[in-house]
């Protein structure tokens, strides 16, 4: 099936820092989600894109729907330590089933 | 309040032993799916549905089969569990296919 390649697969950052992920596409996509996961819960949707080059903010996060519509990216500024979690992109493309895929997602660490 | 619901949270069995996994979801979805989460794999789609009776594979269905007989209700079964099975299990609901996922909170399965 479709794949999305998400790098990083982890990091460990001090609180404070910025933080960048991102996830490609071999196809292109006509929707991308950014999640969160917590330990010992589901993923919880965090920012939606529907458009290229559309760029959206939630709070100190930002994402945007690449020119190209084969990635997206996730910025989060001045982490807190309750940012720590698991962080996945999904995206749909037009050529496939319409069904959502899942990248492999990024593990965040916040060193206080 | 809106949610997707799914039982057992934790669930510890026995090869060949068969059970089922029960999700529910009370916000009038017509989509439901499910995923099983593995280290470094990410979520990987195990079955879907689209509708009531109408259901579908997604990329790992092996050893799976589900039911949609009712909107709300799409359980998971496992006729014949393996070790291979254990993994983290989430149900997921959305209006429509593509859409933004909502995500029950989890169950762990472990087979031995």
């Known amino acids: 099936g479709q794949q999305l390649n998400q790098s990083p697969q982890s990091m460990f950052i001090q609180e404070g820092e910025d933080v960048s992920m991102n996830c490609t596409s071999s196809?292109?996509?006509?929707?991308w989600l950014w999640y969160k996961q917590e330990p010992g819960e589901g993923p919880v949707l965090l920012i939606a894109?529907?458009?290229?080059?559309e760029l959206t903010s939630n709070g100190r996060l930002t994402a945007q729907f690449g020119i190209t519509r084969k990635d997206s990216f996730l910025n989060i500024s001045a982490s807190i330590p309750s940012d720590v979690g698991i962080y996945f992109c999904?995206?749909?493309?037009?050529?496939?089933?319409?069904?959502?895929?899942f990248g492999q997602g990024t593990r965040l660490t916040i060193n206080p | 309040e809106a949610q997707v619901t799914q039982n057992p949270r934790y669930l510890i069995t026995v090869t060949g032993k068969k059970l089922t996994v029960t999700c529910s979801q009370n916000?009038?979805?017509?989509?439901m799916s499910w995923y099983r989460q593995d280290p470094g794999l990410g979520l990987r789609q195990i079955y879907y549905?689209?509708?009531?009776?109408?259901?579908d594979k997604g990329d790992v269905p092996e050893g799976y089969k589900v039911s949609r007989k009712e909107k709300r209700n799409f359980p998971l079964i496992l006729e014949s569990p393996s070790p291979n099975q254990t993994s983290l299990y989430f149900c997921?609901?959305?209006?429509?296919?593509?859409?933004?996922?909502?995500f029950g909170s989890g169950t762990q399965l472990s087979v031995l």
């Open positions: 196809s292109i996509f006509n929707t």
């Open positions: 549905s689209m509708n009531v009776e109408v259901t």
């Open positions: 999904a995206g749909s493309s037009i050529q496939g089933a319409q069904k959502l895929v």
């Open positions: 894109l529907y458009k290229a080059g």
């Open positions: 997921a609901s959305s209006y429509r296919i593509n859409e933004k996922l909502f």
């Open positions: 916000m009038n979805h017509e989509y």
